[in-house]
T-cell receptor, first 114, second 114 residues
Framework: EAGVTQFPSHSVIEKGQTVTLRCDPI?????LYWYRRVMGKEIKFLLH????????ESGMPNNRFLAERTGGTYSTLKVQPAELEDSGVYFC????????????FGPGTRLTVT | KNQVEQSPQSLIILEGKNCTLQ??????????LRWYKQDTGRGPVSLTI?????NTKSNGRYTATLDADTKQSSLHITASQLSDSASYIC?????????????FGTGTQLKVEL
């Protein structure tokens, strides 16, 4: 069974540019989560999809961040325009709706804004 | 405010030795507590997950304990191996509709040396 995949693995952009991160969850997982770790800090929750619906987006830092999950499969997280403080590692995780809610994490996308 | 604190921040031990990592939390409403292992450049991988009623759980050489009254957990690693070198993250889950919202600790960076 394929795990959670994320693309790209690393992105370097200039302040003011736009970047789109992609996450492909484990097939059949209705729950999809985005998290972020900024330098020296703990991983923090950004938002949670159940299928194509945003269940909880309380962790999104501001309106420069837009997450979508069209069709309830893969998800994208767009940052527009990027700021220096957006640098960090963005993780995606997925889980089944039923059961122990175990979350499986992808390898992360390292975003560097210069 | 939901918080998870871990100690020590970092730890160096010799191969073959045991070690214990600590976690204190204030998360409500509590659903479960997880320990994750994160290798450099990879996403977190689940080691154990414990609900309120469980006070110990093992996964090979890893044994986690949970005291829900004092809101403390520990992760004990037996007979450490070089491959145990990683960040160990305590994560506490609050139950929300349709899934679990995770609060992460900053992790304990473990290095196992010859």
């Amino acid at each position: 069974e394929a795990g959670v995949t994320q693309f790209p693995s690393h992105s370097v952009i200039e302040k003011g540019q736009t970047v789109t991160l992609r996450c492909d969850p484990i097939s059949g997982h209705d729950n999809l989560y985005w998290y972020r770790r900024v330098m020296g800090k703990e991983i923090k929750f950004l938002l949670h999809f159940v299928k194509e619906s945003k269940q909880d987006e309380s962790g999104m830092p501001n309106n420069r961040f837009l997450a979508e999950r069209t069709g309830g499969t893969y998800s994208t997280l767009k940052v527009q325009p990027a700021e220096l403080e957006d640098s960090g590692v963005y993780f995606c995780a997925s889980s089944q709706v039923e059961g122990p809610y175990e979350q499986y994490f992808g390898p992360g996308t390292r975003l560097t804004v210069t | 405010k939901n918080q998870v604190e871990q100690s020590p921040q970092s730890l160096i031990i010799l191969e073959g030795k045991n070690c214990t990592l600590q976690c204190n939390y204030t998360v409500s409403p509590f659903s479960n507590l997880r320990w994750y292992k994160q290798d450099t450049g990879r996403g977190p991988v689940s080691l154990t997950i414990m609900t309120f009623s469980e006070n110990t759980k093992s996964n090979g050489r890893y044994t986690a304990t949970l005291d829900a009254d004092t809101k403390q957990s520990s992760l004990h690693i037996t007979a450490s191996q070089l491959s145990d070198s990683a960040s160990y993250i305590c994560v506490v889950s609050a139950l929300t509709g349709g899934g679990n919202k995770l609060t992460f600790g900053t992790g304990t960076q473990l290095k196992v040396e010859l």
